[in-house]
């Protein structure tokens, strides 16, 4: 038990003869529990299920009993105080000699904190995406038609005047500058 905790995951134990359901210290931690309030009973984890959530894990309860194989199920539960939890849970159905199911053995990790930074790191991430296409695509703009007036100007240098390209080129130039300033200001957006 002491990895357990340790590991951040708690362990449960479901007796189908008895009909008790076991739930260790960090159980209690992870659903915001009081153990005065525990009943040991199996409505005292699907009461918990986000409404959402529990025609899927009532389907995954009914589905291991029937299973020769761990399962895996990644649900939400609402704690006491409302709080709104993400739960990775494993399960095992153990069998007597009849292949009659006798206990349901499980961990529950509380992945909350690390589902919310997956989701700021994909948000982050099409951030980056949209930065890197306007560095490719808009930036490409304002500078091809400096390029272009460069190479225009060396090719008719005699037959124009600095001053007519002077405003396109300023205009070319502010052009890059809004862009490089909206890079930044997307860059500093997409800081975790």
């Not at 659903?31 to 309030?37: C, E, F, L, S, T």
């Not at 005047?161 to 997409?190: G, V």
């Amino acid at each position: 038990m002491l990895a357990s905790h340790l590991l951040n995951f708690g362990v449960w134990e479901f007796d189908f003869v008895n009909t008790r359901l076991v739930w260790d210290d960090k159980m209690f931690d992870i659903y915001g529990v009081n153990k005065v309030d525990f009943h040991h009973q199996m409505d005292d984890f699907t009461i918990r299920v986000h409404p959402e959530d529990i025609t899927e894990v009532e389907h995954t309860m009914q589905e291991i009993i029937h299973s020769h194989t761990p399962l895996f199920e990644q649900f939400r539960i609402v704690r006491p105080n409302g709080d709104i939890r993400i739960i990775a849970g494993n399960v095992k159905c153990i069998r007597n000699a009849n292949n009659k199911p006798i206990r349901l053995i499980g961990i529950n990790h509380d992945i909350t904190e690390k589902q919310i930074l997956q989701e700021k790191l994909e948000l982050q991430n099409s951030e980056l995406k949209k930065i890197a296409w306007m560095q490719s695509h808009e930036i490409r703009k304002p500078v091809a038609n400096i390029i272009g007036l460069i190479q225009l100007y060396e090719l008719k240098k005699n037959e124009l005047s600095d001053l007519q390209l002077l405003p396109y080129l300023k205009t070319s130039a502010r052009e890059l500058d809004m862009m490089i300033k909206s890079i930044i200001e997307r860059t500093k957006s997409a800081e975790l």
